[in-house]
């Protein structure tokens, strides 16, 4: 743990709208409204926190991440970066980062992927994406609603020749991201249970969200 | 809910498999795969041909394909981007995924001997030939917003053709997913900027794609939107659909990498 960092002068731990601790490898969601800001903070540092974003008034709008790295021009993700839906509309603007690169390309674990990726002995292991169904189930969703994600502080480096492997986070503890929501938007998130890459440098732990309004 | 954190010991083997399995993937594969298939495709046998479909500059298609059929998909009219989706017949929650293609076989590119997996660790695809090596699993296909960015109004996109060719399927805007760009030759650079390299597309590319599971499949043909072309002018793409022939014990895109044989042992599992 981390003591509190400011990134704008009236932001204290005192005037939160929502301060909510999520454990090691668990579900999350919450509903952000229009222009309040989201900090998600790597408590301990190097965990990969898979995140959703879906309209809050039309969850068939949701997070799209071709379109958000065509427009970004770039495969990673970072400060003022926009997040863009399905229907090209941004969702939210990433206004702070103290660690520089997220990934939006490699998606979400899951029990069948681990199996191709890592062997069938790790089927039945928790994944993000049944993470991501109970949570997505609570608001009437289900599978057919999960998207490609983001992987906040997850390090997903492509090489020119294509080569794509997750290699050692680089957030330290109490790195953070934070973004402005452009819509009222559904939040989900998956912090990682992954424990056979380095994403989570094999040992989940637990984040922090917190939201201000926006005059703050 | 309380955890112990994992120990030293359990950290460090774990670390050692995944670096094992990062070996593997990045060293062992590309030597094994053949490279791109030489040019021009041979000629298919009149009597293997199912169907053939021209589809017009900026329209879509929508078919099914049934197990151990092929797709070529060929540039006989010039060059094209063709944009495709895939769904499960049997269960069309079960789709396309490319961030698990690209991630379980560690590279963005690919090509002959490659496979394409689906969100349930199954494989729905081998690429069987493929000559320029030139796909796109990363950005996919235009939208009407970035059509209008570079073309201005009016032109057919990507987004709008799957949104009516799932429409047409029975399915609906929630279930599309982001889609593989055939002949949309993109790389990443070393900050993570795309780079569009129309020297790795040649005159008649094709790729062959065999079916590992009964399918509904979705084209669209409209510019890459990175095609830097300032002109809108998709050329008609031919798509051949071949008869079944089975796979032969040690088929390439079945042995080539360790991942690719356990997707095949979880097709096999789910036909049990
Ligand atoms: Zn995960």
Redesign the interface.
Known sequence: MTDFIQTAPGRTLENVAQDHYI????PFSAVIRKSQTIRIEDTYGQQAVDTLFYNAED??ERY????T??EQ????ISTGTRIIS?E?RVMLTMTADSCG?HDT????C???????????QTRYLHAC?DNFVLEVSKHGM???????NINFFMN?P?????????VDGISGPGDYVELKAEMDILLVISNCPQ????CN???P?PIRVLVWDSEI | ?T?V??SPQ??AA??A??EE??KK??EYAPKALPGTSPLPAPEIAPDKIIHREVIPGGWYWSTHINKHEVFRVSLDSGFSTLSLIAWSAAE??E?L????T???Q????LGKGRVI?S????VMFSVTEDSSGAHDG????S????NAARYGEGTRNT?DNLILLATKAGL????????LALFAPV????????AWKPELLHEGDYVELRAEMDMIVGFSNCPH??NPDTVYRPNPVTVTRIAATEPRSGDLCRTATA?AV??F??NARAAV
């Open positions: 454990p090691a490898e668990a969850f068939s799209s991440n071709q379109d790295m065509r021009g770039a495969a990673y399905n090209g690169r390309s490699a998606g979400a899951s029990c069948e992927s681990n199996t191709v990726r890592f062997g069938h994406r289900s599978k057919r609603d999960i998207v490609p997903v492509i090489e020119p020749s294509g080569e794509m492997t997750i424990i056979n890459n380095p440098g094999f040992d732990t | 809910m955890r954190r994992r359990d950290i774990n670390r498999r995944y399995h990062q993937g990045l069309t929650s789709r995924n490319l961030p698990d690209m991630k379980v560690w590279t963005t590119v997996f969100d349930m660790g199954r990363v950005v996919g296909g939208t009407s917003g970035s987004r609906d805007k929630r279930d599309i997913p982001p889609a790389r990443v650079d070393r900050n993570g900027a795309f939107a990175l991942e356990r997707g042992e979880n």
